[in-house]
């Protein structure tokens, strides 16, 4: 009798032990079956519930500011590309060293805080957000306008300096002048003639410069094909960048699916404002909304899944 008692009691005993293992095996198999679907989301196995998903799939856009930064680590110019393979469209927008932000301009932005804080004053200025920065040698921009041939240009005035340094740096182009420019040209173009308006000039062919290339490398689709890498090179070279091999790479590959539609892509949109003085542009509020009116039109559009 007391032998019956004792395995009664010892078959009561395991049943709490029972329980909590299948508890625990229930706990177990939640938290891994949250693992396993957070993975699946992350890796687009399956989409994720947000109302977005059902608009479709959308092409980025990238907005990358290219800085000019000549050998004594100064500021030149800048210029924010925005690649919008939905749109079809290679938005140029030119920013001289000279714009405000805040009470500095950009030059004395970059002199104090690198590329980092030239990016944050750039889209706080332009009200764009910045996805990658580049800064690029002289050599490095002359360099990349020459593989595509540089730019046939006809100045609206004589363009005319005379370096101090050497020869090789003058300018002389008649009013009317149908000229061929190497990148070397183009660079100095950008930096020293002095135009009738001023530093405006610069910084509007900067704009026009920068969009006749890219126009022009899409006219040569093969060369310009088999030459991203070597431009991606070229660019971060001795460079202050944040722009990774891999973001380049998925980039690359929109841009050549852009460079098999045949396109002429690139549009200047020249900065609008006040010069108070020769060393000081302010942009209007009026550009600042075309500026926002651009952002909406090459926005990504869904396309079918």
């Not at 909590?20 to 396993?36: H, N, P, Q, R």
């Not at 799939?57 to 924010?80: C, E």
């Not at 542009?281 to 396309?303: C, G, H, I, N, R």
Request: aromatic fraction near 10%; include cysteine; proline fraction near 3%.
């Amino acid at each position: 009798m007391a032998q019956t008692k004792a395995h009664k009691k010892k078959r009561r005993s395991q049943a709490p032990i029972a329980l909590v293992y299948f508890i625990t095996m229930i706990i177990f198999l939640f938290v891994i079956g949250m693992l396993a679907l957070y993975a699946l989301r992350e890796f687009g196995v399956i989409g994720n519930d947000d109302s977005d998903s059902d608009a479709g799939i959308k092409s980025p856009v990238y907005n990358t500011l290219f800085a000019r930064v000549n050998s004594k680590g100064v500021l030149a110019d800048a210029t924010v590309i925005r690649v919008a393979p939905d749109a079809k469209k290679i938005i140029i927008m030119p920013v001289s060293a000279f714009t405000v932000s805040g009470s500095q301009t950009m030059r004395e932005i970059h002199e104090e805080g690198g590329m980092v804080k030239l990016e944050a004053a750039v889209a706080d200025t332009f009200g764009i957000t910045i996805d990658n920065y580049v800064s690029l040698t002289n050599d490095a921009f002359e360099n990349a306008a020459d593989i595509v041939g540089g730019i046939t240009y006809t100045p609206d005035e004589e363009l005319y300096y005379l370096s101090q340094d050497n020869d090789e740096n003058d300018i002389a182009i008649p009013s009317g002048d149908l000229t061929n420019l190497s990148g070397h040209q183009i660079r100095l173009i950008c930096q020293y003639p002095v135009f009738k308006e001023g530093r405006n000039g610069n910084m509007k062919f900067l704009g026009t410069a920068v969009t006749m290339l890219i126009n022009n490398a899409f006219q040569q689709t093969n060369i310009t094909k088999d030459n991203l890498d070597n431009f991606y090179n070229i660019f971060t070279a001795n460079s202050d960048t944040d722009w990774t091999s891999a973001q380049y790479k998925e980039e690359k590959s929109y841009l050549k699916d852009m460079l098999d539609q045949n396109l002429t892509p690139a549009e200047a949109l020249v900065p609008e404002g006040e010069w108070t003085d020769d060393s000081h542009f302010k942009v209007s509020d009026k550009f600042k909304e075309s500026v926002q009116t651009m952002l909406k039109d090459t926005a990504p559009s869904a396309v079918e899944k």
